[in-house]
């Protein structure tokens, strides 16, 4: 398996422009969930998907993010307009809700840059 | 509110010695805490877990110590290695509630 894949790896784009992050996590697996990771707050839970649905929005920082999961196998994180505050590693993650265990499995991360 | 507190942020250990990485939490709830890792460059990935029913799990070097009453669990990783160098993070898991630590990076010197 690939695990989960993450595009762009890395974005550097200009205040105001709308960014898109995307995921295709593993196959198989039923839940979905977007982090953000900074030095200053570490790692932030975003959203989470359970079923292509959208169980928990709470850390979605304001109406500027928003995120999709259309299908099993594909997931978006918009930020429109984007701020130099947004800049972050924003990871991707995947698991197999209903097991046993809570294991995500990360993708690589795509690293934000906006100037 | 932060729903995981992990200690210390940083943490400088020589080859052969022993980490230890604590962490505490509030929700009496949480039924999963796993410990992850990350290193420069890659997302964390799935070190070790444990659940409350048990007081220590160990997996080669790592060990997780579980105190359920104080509310606390704690990494310990035995014989460091320089290739142990990495962020480390707690976590605390139940239901659709999914919690981590602020991370630990550990640095071990040859």
């Known amino acids: 398996d690939a695990g989960v894949i993450q595009s762009p790896r890395h974005e550097v784009t200009e205040m105001g422009q709308e960014v898109t992050l995307r995921c295709k996590p593993i196959?198989?697996?039923?839940?979905l969930f977007w982090y953000r990771q900074t030095m200053m707050r570490g790692l932030e839970l975003l959203i989470y998907?359970?079923?292509?649905?959208?169980?928990?929005d709470s850390g979605m920082p304001e109406d500027r993010f928003s995120a999709k999961m259309p299908n099993a196998s594909f997931s978006t994180l918009k930020i429109q307009p984007s701020e130099p505050r947004d800049s972050a590693v924003y990871f991707c993650?995947?698991?197999?809700?209903?097991?046993?265990?809570?294991?995500?499995?990360f993708g690589p991360g795509t690293r934000l840059t906006v100037t | 509110q932060q729903q995981v507190k992990q200690s210390p942020q940083s943490l400088i250990v020589q080859k052969g010695g022993i980490s230890i990485i604590n962490c505490a939490y509030e929700n009496t709830a949480f039924d999963y805490f796993p410990w992850y890792q990350q290193f420069p460059g890659k997302g964390p990935a799935l070190l070790i877990a444990i659940r409350p029913d048990v007081s220590e799990k160990k997996e080669g070097r790592f060990t997780i110590s579980f105190n359920k009453s104080a509310k606390q669990f704690s990494l310990h990783i035995m014989d460091s290695q320089p290739g142990d160098s990495a962020t480390y993070f707690c976590?605390?898991?139940?239901?659709?509630?999914?919690?981590f630590g602020t991370g630990t990076s550990l640095t071990v010197i040859p």
């Open positions: 976590a605390a898991n139940t239901g659709n509630q999914f919690y």
């Open positions: 998907f359970n079923n292509n649905v959208p169980i928990d």
């Open positions: 196959s198989g697996h039923n839940s």
């Open positions: 993650a995947s698991s197999l809700m209903g097991q046993a265990t809570y294991e995500q499995y």
